[in-house]
């Protein structure tokens, strides 16, 4: 089998799993939610790789046999998140999420150059730290639930900044962010994808799991107030290296903490818009984020550069790449009609009509400061001149395809969202809230 053919067999494989996945028994909103985001894009992660991956084969980049490692390695790092979702025992997800960790790193190191080794290990180091704390407040609340009479809340309260502080290391909350910037620039394009799009987000997964058993003894102040303090810090610290930054990919990672600190701030606010609009944000973040990863897979090939000073004139070298990158930074942005728009002014909706001015004042202000900083770096790639001895480049039809199925996605999430999508989010933000 040619690696162009197995690459359209994984994307096939995803595109079934899809409404198979849907039809399980057993599993609860959330579950499905997230499940099915995961498996959209590993579908857009397996399309993208046909044309990706073939080409690195046919310029001798990497040999056939090491493709082939790369389709095992990326089936097995959609089944460990899968399992993380699916699973109904808190050890296990723990063990699953582990296991992300270990098959990810290889993708984060599949080019074997010495960022790539170094982004892998500091990888491996700081989220196997913060795996560490989330196993300890396991076992914590595996032995509050196991003692015969009710724990002290400040016993609970500890457990949860242990699963908070793990899980959110893996998430990419701020402060414990560092490895992230790293690896997904380093990492495989459609790997970058898979970790931006879908990666953080089971480890936001995990944590609404633990949050909903908190809420459910203490009530909703305590997780709330920690959720909000690290959503804003995440907002905060993204802000900040978004307006220095250089690297394209380093770039688009910052801005993953910067989704993710919305979503946590979405979740810290409590409200049912607020959760709903958290909750539609991680759809809205995961197709337009594994686009942009796309684009800029496409880009650093074209170029054989990741900075921004040797990136010029995108739109000329490549017309169909360098348009939907456009379209995908001002649906990043937050600008109408696409979907995130909808979901960022969901969740500022939702902190004025809790009173929560200062919250929405602070989020308002950052979103703002982060849209001038993309809207400025990438301004000057897209239209700069393009360099002299770079010609226009033929891009093949089938690389096209995986555009045209998230920019579908994007559009459409930002026009109406479907009604059976709509029901599984409601059942997730009751779920979620107790109610």
């Not at 491996?124 to 300890?136: D, F, H, K, R």
């Not at 337009?288 to 796309?294: A, G, R, V």
Request: one cysteine or more.
């Amino acid at each position: 089998m040619t690696i162009r053919a197995l690459g359209w067999l994984t994307a096939l494989i995803y595109l079934i799993a899809m409404p198979l996945f849907l039809a399980l028994s057993g599993l609860d909103a959330l579950s499905l939610y997230f499940g099915l985001i995961i498996l959209m894009v590993a579908f857009a992660a397996a399309l993208y790789s046909i044309e990706y991956i073939s080409a690195d084969v046919e310029s001798g980049l990497i040999s056939k046999s090491k493709a082939m490692v790369y389709y095992g390695l990326f089936h097995l790092f959609v089944l460990s998140m899968l399992v993380v979702v699916m699973v109904n025992n808190l050890g296990v997800m723990w063990a699953a999420i582990e296991m992300t960790t270990l098959v990810s790193a290889f993708l984060v190191g599949f080019y074997n150059s010495k960022g790539a080794v170094e982004a892998a290990w500091k990888y491996l180091i700081i989220c196997s730290a913060g795996i560490v704390l989330a196993l300890i407040g396991t076992i914590l609340f595996s032995y509050a639930s196991l003692v015969p009479v009710p724990v002290d809340a400040n016993f609970l309260k500890i457990a949860f900044i242990f699963i908070l502080v793990g899980y959110g290391t893996k998430a990419g909350l701020a402060p414990m962010h560092t490895w992230l910037p790293d690896a997904h620039s380093q990492a495989v394009a459609p790997a970058s994808a898979l970790l931006s799009g879908v990666l953080l987000k089971t480890s936001i997964y995990a944590i609404l799991r633990y949050v909903i058993i908190v809420n459910g003894s203490l009530g909703p102040v305590f997780t709330g107030r920690l959720l909000l303090v690290f959503g804003l810090l995440s907002l905060a610290v993204a802000a900040g290296f978004i307006l220095v930054q250089k690297d394209i990919k380093r770039l688009l990672a910052y801005s993953s903490i910067e989704h993710i600190g919305i979503i946590t701030l979405g979740l810290g606010l409590g409200t049912p818009l607020a959760v709903y609009g958290a909750l539609f944000h991680v759809f809205n973040h995961a197709a337009t984020k594994s686009l942009l990863f796309f684009g800029a897979g496409n880009i650093v090939k074209k170029y054989h550069s990741h900075d921004f000073d040797r990136i010029k004139g995108v739109l000329r070298v490549l017309p169909f790449t360098g348009t939907m990158v456009l379209i995908g930074i001002l649906a990043l942005v937050g600008l109408p009609p696409f979907s995130i728009f909808f979901s960022e002014m969901m969740i500022l909706l939702a902190a004025v009509l809790k009173g929560a001015y200062w919250v929405a004042g602070v989020y308002l202000f950052f979103i703002v400061v982060i849209f001038a900083g993309i809207i400025h770096h990438f301004s000057q790639i897209l239209f700069g001149e393009k360099p002299d001895n770079l010609l226009v480049a033929k891009e093949p039809a089938g690389g096209k395809l995986v555009f045209v199925f998230l920019l579908c996605l994007i559009c459409l999430m930002g026009w109406v969202i479907p009604g059976p999508l709509n029901q599984l989010l409601l059942a997730a933000v009751a779920l979620i809230r107790g109610s």
